[in-house]
């Protein structure tokens, strides 16, 4: 980072020389002096734009370089931080925590380098300018004063940001069933009006108006003591620098601690196969998960149901990766996987159908094979006569407990215990049979 910084400050002070040398080159030109007068500066002017290029090329290079090597190094601290954890926090704790962590490397990046950067350039013209007060005036005001007015009460956004990124996640992911519906144009309406709302409260931190200010103000003073334009100018472009300052931003960490699972008193016995059934709202999956919260994983790989931008073969394999072949048609033949095993998928499965995605889901359950399969309406986007199919076959197949969300009433002779959810605290539970 220091590297970064001073090829930085190079880059600032190139830039700054080149206005102040290309200034007085035009004014003195003006004056028609012999042209050896002015080959030293016509020297310079060429010198420095070409350093200066180079220079910010560089310190874009060693910056980032820097950063990066930062985040290899925290991101593995994070790692290691988790997978010392005994509780794994939720999917919503490490989005945060996957935030937090590039919040806090792009501060390192577009905040506190550019702030040390205008500091030192602006060391370095101050001395120069023969310690010109409306000079140091300004860059006070550019370099401390709105910097801190900007980010002394930073507003947490990350609501309206998350609000905004599931609606549009929505209307790029649910066109179809939303124009289906006729509730697209409503939903755009939502987006509009969040985005709108994010817009005008990152407006509001935004200094860079008075920054302006200071500068020209700044450099009208300087103009009115007479000072040569060559410096007015130099003090201008040291201005250029500092302004952006007054658009900072302190990114609020988003938390991250959330208490343990909390421990379902009315749970089902975890033998045989159950299923759990009952209308919609009745807390069906949330008894799913409460239970999850419970097993601790002690051996093999959990098997979830997301499908990764990937080949089949890959996706499948993520239960179980030292499967054989043998292995893999076993547990697609009774799931029914159609699919040749090195097609792509596409994100979150887009390029199969529902119930292919669904089978193949089903097929990394089967070779997992674990000890206790939870599933949430597992046979959803497959026919009838086929759900009932493969959800006998996988039941089958599996050799421990077996947990089974369903709304098909058909399914209930598959298994040998049914709890029924009424509403959230209220069930029953019976044996089939």
């Known amino acids: 980072m220091r590297l970064a910084i001073l090829v930085g400050v190079l880059a600032e002070l190139a830039g700054v020389g080149l206005t102040a040398t290309a200034t007085w080159l035009i004014m003195r030109a003006a004056e028609h002096p012999p042209m050896q007068a002015l080959t030293v500066a016509i020297v310079a002017v060429r010198t420095l734009a070409l350093a200066k290029g180079a220079l910010r090329y560089l310190e874009r290079l060693t910056s980032h370089k820097a950063v990066l090597s930062e985040a290899v190094e925290l991101r593995g601290r994070v790692y290691d931080d988790l997978a010392h954890r005994e ?12 935030t937090n962590v590039d919040q806090h490397l792009d501060a390192k990046l577009r905040t506190t380098l550019p ?35 900007a980010v002394r009460n930073p507003q947490d956004l990350t609501p309206l940001r998350a609000r905004l990124t599931e609606q549009t996640t929505e209307l790029v992911h649910s066109k179809e069933e939303l124009i289906a519906y006729g509730l697209f144009d409503e939903k755009l309406a939502d987006a509009t009006r969040t985005a709108k709302a994010l817009s005008r409260k990152e407006r509001t931190r935004d200094l860079t108006p008075l920054a302006i ?6 450099a009208l003073l300087m103009l009115a003591q ?17 302004v952006p300052l007054a658009a900072l931003t302190r990114p609020t960490p988003e938390p991250t601690d959330e208490p343990e ?38 051996k093999g790989a959990l098997a ?8 089949v073969r890959t996706n499948v394999l993520l239960a179980k990766p030292d499967a054989t072949q043998e292995e893999l ?18 994100e979150r499965g887009e390029e199969i159908s529902g119930g292919q995605r669904q089978r193949l889901v089903l097929t990394r359950s089967v070779l997992a094979n674990p000890d206790v399969l939870l599933m949430d309406e597992p046979t959803e986007g497959l026919d009838p006569e086929q759900a009932d199919r493969v959800l006998k076959k996988v039941l089958d197949n599996c050799q421990g407990t077996a947990l089974v969300v369903t709304h098909r009433e058909e399914q209930l002779a598959l298994f040998d215990h049914v709890h029924h959810r009424w509403a959230i605290g209220h069930e029953h539970v019976g044996r089939v049979g």
């Open 87 to 98: 509780h794994v926090p939720s999917g919503t704790a490490l989005t945060r925590i996957v």
């Open 115 to 149: 702030w040390i950067t205008a500091a030192l350039v602006a060391a370095v013209i101050i001395p120069v300018s023969g310690f010109s007060l409306p000079l140091i005036a300004g860059l006070l005001i550019n370099l401390a004063l709105l910097p801190w007015l």
């Open 213 to 218: 200010a200071a500068q020209f103000g700044a």
């Open 226 to 242: 007479n000072e040569p334009a060559w410096l007015i100018m130099a003090a201008i472009a040291t201005f250029e620098i500092t």
């Open 261 to 298: 699972p909390t421990r379902c008193p009315e749970t089902p016995d975890l033998q045989g196969k159950t299923a759990i059934v009952g209308p919609s709202g009745a807390g069906k999956t949330t008894l799913l998960n409460a239970i999850a919260h419970q097993l601790e994983p002690s």
């Open 304 to 311: 979830d149901a997301h499908v990764f931008h990937t080949t």
């Open 329 to 346: 048609d076993r547990a697609a033949g009774i799931a029914e996987l159609d699919l040749d095993w090195d097609q792509v998928v596409g």
